[in-house]
T-cell receptor, first 113, second 120 residues
Framework: DAGVIQSPRHEVTEMGQEVTLRCKPISGHDYLFWYRQTMMRGLELLIYFNNNVPIDDSGMPEDRFSAKMPNASFSTLKIQPSEPRDSAVYFC???????????FGPGTRLLVL | AQTVTQSQPEMSVQEAETVTLSCTYDTSESDYYLFWYKQPPSRQMILVIRQEAYKQQNATENRFSVNFQKAAKSFSLKISDSQLGDAAMYFCAYRSGYMNYGGSQGNLIFGKGTKLSVKP
């Protein structure tokens, strides 16, 4: 079975540009999580969905960040406009109900110049 | 709020030897999960092992095992017969168990990690 798929794997953009990160969870998993990893703050949750519905978005830094899950097999995290401080590795993870375990994608390394 | 503490920023082990990574956590919940994740230089987060709080038996996965001390809120990872491929950052993580009952606590809370080096 394929794991969590994320695209792009690397993204370099200029300040002010829109960035869209994509995630395909493991089939059958009904929880999807977006995390961000930086040297300063470590791994932190941005938002998570259950059955395509956002449950907790308290970790979303500000209005420049938005996330959607239009169906069970696809989610996006959008940053508009991007800023240099958004540079980080963004992970998507999924989990089936009752499992407890979360399985991570390979991450997207974002660099905002 | 729950917290996870890894007090060893870096550890080193000789190939084929055994090493133990420490983790403590703080929670007032009785139903929860604990995890160890491995992050090699590729940045992929790999689930190594998990422990349900209600289970008294320590989890084991091949060369990896945990020492779960619920009363002490301690969750250490033991790596036996260390291999060069074990070199990575290791993160301890906590997750509330109440998610299974429709609660909102679904995310993992991570420690700051321990960087493990393996010497040939």
């Amino acid at each position: 079975d394929a794991g969590v798929i994320q695209s792009p794997r690397h993204e370099v953009t200029e300040m002010g540009q829109e960035v869209t990160l994509r995630c395909k969870p493991i089939s059958g998993h009904d929880y999807l999580f977006w995390y961000r990893q930086t040297m300063m703050r470590g791994l932190e949750l941005l938002i998570y969905f259950n059955n395509n519905v956002p449950i907790d978005d308290s970790g979303m830094p500000e209005d420049r960040f938005s996330a959607k899950m239009p169906n069970a097999s696809f989610s996006t995290l959008k940053i508009q406009p991007s800023e240099p401080r958004d540079s980080a590795v963004y992970f998507c993870a999924s989990s089936p109900t009752g499992s407890g375990s979360q399985y991570f994608g390979p991450g997207t390394r974002l660099l905002v110049l | 709020a729950q917290t996870v503490t890894q007090s060893q920023p870096e550890m080193s082990v000789q190939e084929a030897e055994t090493v133990t990574l420490s983790c403590t956590y703080d929670t007032s919940e009785s139903d929860y999960y604990l995890f160890w994740y491995k992050q090699p230089p590729s940045r992929q987060m790999i689930l190594v092992i998990r422990q349900e709080a209600y289970k008294q038996q320590n989890a084991t996965e091949n060369r990896f095992s945990v020492n779960f001390q619920k009363a002490a809120k301690s969750f250490s990872l033991k790596i036996s017969d260390s291999q060069l491929g074990d070199a990575a950052m290791y993160f301890c993580a906590y997750r509330s168990g109440y998610m299974n009952y429709g609660g909102s606590q679904g995310n993992l809370i991570f420690g700051k990690g321990t960087k493990l080096s393996v010497k040939p």
